[in-house]
């Protein structure tokens, strides 16, 4: 399986890079405008429906007015790493896009070449080195603000991100492993016969939840949580830098959506029926069907937005870390020793595919009995925690008076009818050795 071979004029490079950042930015302006009128239908509202056709021109009203707005940096803020960080955000965000393919060849003012900027053996993993830089954007976002919320935004995001780029890498590798290659033209040819969202589902399902939360949306935007954050790693900024920021966000969701048409969904070439149509995968067709399937999975970034409540943050950490990553490291065993079997015995497809069904049977039957027991063993801690609740209270158990928790009983009572009852108790248990002393005296 051959890659393609790019030897195109410098004036055909520059026309490339012009054509992917205005696609960029036209997918960035749609997709505003198509979440507000999307969860405005959800919620039983309008949406944006006046300025243009459509209310379609609104998304670029608004970025221009914020543009626009006044620029308000905090005093405490080192300003070399404050003006930075948004431009690596948006700079990552745009040449994630240098080796992502948008179709086969293509006659251009008589020259024949792909609709694919460039391309070489690793260009997924350069993907992934774009978007680990880009991590650097958020961090130094707010760190370079001088103040608390921005920072713990900032280091939320690091830990989020990083987490599950891991799940994210791993569920790669199962595609390397049945494509034989690294290179995103060579993974689209791969999947000519049948998608490897088919034949690596776990693979499929695992990445399509770790880009969610490598892209901090909801319900995974726990680094701009605004009940906690007040507004993440920017807070702080304002005008354009913030205006780089939100552009930033939305380039990655269509980023990461056209990897997962890459690497999953096949890539340019048409669905079926319509691969049925010789011409389908010849020309400009592609393009539209690479289109069609990247506002799919934007179409699942805004229900998600519009249906999920945000998780804690504990919560989302433990499932990338015990569910998302495990979950990765055992498909692959499983796909590896599947090629394995294939190539030593001559197995066939369908025995395979019998195969990794029961190896996922196992994996979510194993999944839900460890749940289950999880489960019995976090209720038991909940009664045992209830049941010490329940005993009765005494505040000056230690030596000093501490308050009760919540759940805890406690009878209220008065420094002087307290000191009332130590008095009374003193007096009671001293009468008695009074009366018998006095005997004692009489009897003598």
């Given at each position: 399986?051959?890659e393609m071979v790019f030897n195109d004029p410098w004036w055909l490079i520059i026309l490339k890079v012009l054509a992917i950042f205005v ?21 039983n509202r309008i949406g944006p429906n006046r300025v243009g056709p459509f209310g379609l021109l609104q998304s670029l009203m608004d970025g ?381």
């Amino acid at each position: 399986m051959s890659e393609m071979v790019f030897n195109d004029p410098w004036w055909l490079i520059i026309l490339k890079v012009l054509a992917i950042f205005v696609l960029l930015v036209l997918l960035t302006l749609f997709t505003i405008w198509w979440e507000r009128r999307v969860v405005g239908r959800m919620q039983n509202r309008i949406g944006p429906n006046r300025v243009g056709p459509f209310g379609l021109l609104q998304s670029l009203m608004d970025g221009l007015k914020l543009a626009l707005k006044e620029e308000i940096i905090p005093k405490t803020a080192h300003r070399a790493v404050y003006w930075i960080a948004p431009v690596i955000s948006a700079s990552m965000a745009f040449l994630a896009f240098a080796v992502i393919p948008f179709g086969p060849m293509v006659s251009i003012f008589g020259v024949e070449t792909p609709l694919q900027l460039t391309d070489f053996p690793v260009s997924v993993l350069y993907v992934l080195a774009i978007a680990s830089i880009g991590i650097y954007g958020i961090v130094l976002a707010g760190w370079s603000s001088g103040s608390t919320y921005p920072l713990l935004g900032g280091l939320r995001s690091s830990a989020q991100m990083i987490s599950y780029e891991l799940a994210m890498s791993m569920s790669f590798v199962a595609v390397f492993l049945y494509a034989g290659s690294m290179s995103t033209s060579a993974i689209v040819a791969a999947q000519e016969p049948i998608w490897y969202a088919v034949i690596l589902l776990p693979s499929f399902l695992i990445y399509v939840t770790a880009m969610v939360g490598e892209t901090n949306r909801a319900p995974f935007d726990l680094p701009e949580a605004e009940g906690e954050l007040v507004g993440g790693f920017h807070t702080e900024y304002s005008s354009l830098k913030f205006a780089l920021f939100f552009l930033a966000e939305y380039i990655n969701m269509v980023t990461v959506s056209a990897l997962a048409t890459t690497l999953f969904l096949g890539g340019w070439r048409a669905p079926w029926p319509i691969s049925l149509w010789e011409s389908a995968n010849t020309g400009w067709w592609p393009l539209l069907w690479w289109l069609i399937k990247v506002q799919l999975f934007i179409f699942v970034f805004i229900w998600l937005r519009g249906t999920l409540p945000r998780l804690r943050y504990d919560q989302f950490m433990r499932f990338g870390w015990k569910v998302l990553i495990p979950a990765s490291l055992v498909w692959i065993v499983v796909v590896a020793a599947a090629r394995v079997v294939r190539n030593e015995y001559s197995a066939s497809t369908q025995e395979l595919l019998l195969v990794g069904a029961g190896a996922l049977v196992v994996i979510v039957v194993g999944s839900w009995v460890v749940q289950i027991r999880s489960d019995r063993k976090e209720k038991r801690e909940i009664e045992r925690a209830e049941a010490e609740m329940r005993k009765p209270f005494d505040p000056y158990e230690g030596g000093y008076p501490v308050p009760p928790l919540p759940g805890q009983e406690f009878t209220y009572s008065s420094r002087r009818s307290a000191a009332g009852a130590v008095v009374a108790g003193t007096v009671t248990s001293e009468a008695p050795q009074d009366a018998q002393t006095s005997q004692e005296g009489t009897d003598a």
